[in-house]
């Protein structure tokens, strides 16, 4: 069991630019949930797919958009990146019917210049 | 609305001595609490899980943490460290059915020879 993988590891953009990470769920998974973690913080929730939509979501503006596919990969996008979008973006994946055990990926490092 | 507050940004403790890394956290429902362990450069592995079922809980690599629901708290204890506990903690909360993990700002771990 390969468990929750993300890619990219690590991005480079600059203000203005959209970015996108990639999330596949840990086998068995159907539920996605994505944090932020900003240096020296815990992570804060971004919002979380089930069955391709977006079932809950966090205090995070609009620019912060998702996706969850048929096999229940997900897409997180960010459009019109800001300094303050440089963090640890985390995905974790769950059974739907669990009770909240979620399985986190090792993240991806974006950084806006 | 949910919160966990860990006390104490970082704990320093000599190897062979007891760990005590302290959570406390506020929920209007039944509380579901967390203890996920973050090393550098990683994601998050969870450590326990507090699911109302019995209130202390034993994790792994000799971690427990008892919920006492007078006390609002669910900390973090280990009879002796070891070098390889050094790390971030995070204690988090989150509500039956809900999978909306709520973090606290984690405690850093060091250990001393």
């Known amino acids: 069991d390969a468990g929750v993988t993300q890619s990219p590891t690590h991005l480079i953009k600059t203000r203005g630019q959209q970015v996108t990470l990639r999330c596949s769920p840990k086998s068995g998974h159907d539920t996605v949930s994505w944090y932020q973690q900003a240096l020296g913080q815990g992570p804060q929730f971004i919002f979380q797919?089930?069955?391709?939509?977006?079932?809950q979501r966090g205090n995070f503006p609009d620019r912060f958009s998702g996706h969850q596919f048929p096999n229940y990969s997900s897409e997180l996008n960010v459009n019109a990146l800001l300094l303050g979008d440089s963090a640890l973006y985390l995905c974790?994946?769950?059974?739907?019917?669990?009770?909240?055990?979620?399985?986190f990926g090792p993240g991806t490092r974006l950084t806006v210049l | 609305a949910q919160s966990v507050t860990q006390l104490g940004s970082h704990v320093s403790v000599s190897e062979g001595a007891l760990v005590l890394l302290r959570c406390n956290y506020s929920?209007?429902?039944?509380?579901?609490l967390f203890w996920y362990v973050q090393y550098p450069n990683q994601g998050l592995q969870l450590l326990l899980k507090?699911?109302?079922?019995?209130?202390l809980v034993k994790g792994i690599n000799g971690f427990e943490a008892e919920f006492k629901k007078s006390e609002t708290s669910f900390h973090l204890t280990k009879p002796s460290a070891h070098m390889s506990d050094a790390a971030e903690y995070f204690c988090?909360?989150?509500?039956?059915?809900?999978?909306?993990?709520?973090f606290g700002q984690g405690t850093r771990l060091t250990i001393n020879p």
């Open positions: 988090a909360v989150s509500s039956q059915g809900a999978q909306k993990l709520v």
């Open positions: 507090y699911t109302s079922a019995a209130t």
């Open positions: 797919y089930y069955e391709e939509e977006e079932r």
């Open positions: 929920s209007s429902v039944p509380p579901y």
């Open positions: 974790a994946s769950s059974a739907g019917s669990s009770y909240n055990e979620q399985f």
